[in-house]
């Protein structure tokens, strides 16, 4: 979950089911790799790697990090045990959390589409091809005051829109906090596409979100990009993420503990709803909070306390304690 503890998210079953088996079958010419580390493990653990979702999860219903859950992941750190943030949120809006927590941190941030270490290199990237995301523009020119296109930049362009109200009530705190890397667009979003983006990035209200879904799975290039969709029903606000073919939270974990040296039989994940599905389904110890949806509890996973009771903590606890 992005932000709070109200959201919904949709996913068809089918394309995830897609996306899962053509994340371990193809390598995509746009996928780019960087491995820093050159030690693999080889004495088997029961827990090597933590990968944590942020809001809902990490942070309370509030969005603040509780103490108790800043302290487990250090107790963890201390024990070995690597952790990676996987969050639907892009690298520099998840820096305020990366600063609360003095620990080493590998982050996969926009729902997978990029790995970073916490000093912003890029260790992974699974870029969304910008023919695709050209047409992807084209077939929805009637949201074109509700879309930007992201980039893995260094600079100011990193987000570039080309008629977004950022005054929205619920765009405008997102902009307070990212508008450094915040450019607008001098002509149209497609002329900006000189290079491959990571995102397409949608938002609206939860009906028009919802049509769009339908929309672009729809498309006949459908195979070429992957769709997440995150609802706030009660504030009626929705985001729809297009990301490259096959980019996942899972996916792109899976790619991770790979390159790490480590078996998915050592991963353990904690997540709050259907965006984290593929990495809870990929870990060998899975485990949901007890504010996650009932579709998400009803899966078999292990349950905790919800994130205001600090269901975070007691599930790493848990899990050094079986260590």
């Not at 080889?42 to 219903?61: E, F, M, Q, V, W």
């Not at 993420?241 to 996942?248: E, K």
């Not at 994940?269 to 509890?297: C, H, P, R, W, Y």
Request: glycine share 6%; with cysteine.
């Amino acid at each position: 979950m992005r932000i709070g503890s109200t959201k919904r998210e949709h996913v068809n079953a089918s394309q995830a089911h897609h996306d899962h088996e053509s994340a371990k079958t193809r390598k995509h010419e746009t996928e780019e790799v960087r491995n820093p580390h050159s030690a693999i493990r080889t004495t088997p653990l029961t827990i090597c790697l933590l990968a944590i979702d942020i809001d809902g999860t990490l942070l309370d219903s509030r969005g603040r990090l509780p103490d108790a859950h800043r302290d487990a992941l250090g107790h963890a750190a201390a024990r070995g045990i690597e952790v990676a943030l996987v969050t639907g949120r892009s690298f520099h809006f998840t820096l305020p959390i990366v600063d609360l927590l003095p620990l080493p941190l590998t982050l996969i941030c926009n729902n997978g589409a990029v790995v970073k270490s916490r000093d912003g290199e890029t260790l992974m990237r699974r870029l969304l091809a910008r023919d695709a995301a050209r047409r992807i523009l084209a077939d929805t020119r009637h949201l074109e005051d509700s879309v930007a296109l992201v980039f893995d930049r260094p600079d100011e362009r990193q987000i570039v829109f080309e008629r977004m109200d950022w005054s929205h009530p619920h765009r405008r705190g997102y902009y307070e906090k990212n508008k450094a890397y915040i450019a607008a667009a001098e002509s149209s979003l497609a002329d900006v596409l000189s290079d491959d983006p990571i995102q397409v990035m949608f938002n609206g209200s939860v009906a028009p979100m919802r049509a769009l879904t339908s929309l672009l799975r729809a498309m006949p290039i459908a195979d070429q990009f992957s769709v997440a969709i995150t609802e706030y029903e009660k504030r009626d606000f929705a985001l729809v993420d297009v990301n490259g073919a096959a980019c996942s939270k899972g996916s792109t974990l899976a790619r991770w503990v790979a390159a790490r040296g480590f078996d998915a039989a050592c991963v353990m994940a904690i997540g709050d709803n259907l965006n984290d599905l593929e990495m809870l389904d990929f870990a060998g110890t899975a485990v949901v909070m007890g504010n996650a949806s009932d579709q998400l509890k009803s899966r078999g996973y292990r349950v905790t306390g919800t994130n205001d009771e600090n269901g975070l903590a007691t599930a790493i606890a848990a899990a050094l304690r079986e260590r």
